[in-house]
């Protein structure tokens, strides 16, 4: 019988990387957020459940305005951030 393969290095640093994220201190992580606009500030709270819970304790950094247009006949509306270059973003039903 053959003896199974050993585990690749880097399949346990990934696994172990992973779990970093979650461990960070919270004073850290609400380092990272203030920095974040406010699109990478909402994909941050999917990293992991510690980040999600971070958030709520901290405000993404959106210091211009964004720009709001509000399609004819439209149930959405679509969001314009100058700091994201060429992105809209388009809101759910309203």
């Given at each position: 019988a053959e003896s199974p393969l050993p585990k690749s290095p880097a399949v346990s640093v990934t696994r172990r990387?992973?779990?970093?994220?979650?461990?960070?201190?919270?004073?850290?992580?609400?380092s990272v957020f203030k920095r974040l606009g406010f699109a990478d500030f909402e994909r941050a709270k999917s990293v992991c459940s510690s980040w999600q819970s971070g958030?709520?304790?901290?405000?993404?950094?959106?210091?211009?305005?964004?720009?709001?247009?509000?399609?004819?006949?439209?149930?959405?509306?679509?969001?314009?951030?100058?700091?994201?270059k060429e992105k809209v973003y388009k809101t759910q039903h309203l």
């Open positions: 990387n992973r779990h970093c994220w979650s461990e960070l201190p919270l004073d850290l992580m609400q958030t709520r304790q901290s405000q993404p950094n959106n210091q211009i305005p964004w720009m709001i247009l509000f399609p004819e006949d439209k149930s959405y509306c679509l969001l314009f951030n100058p700091e994201d």
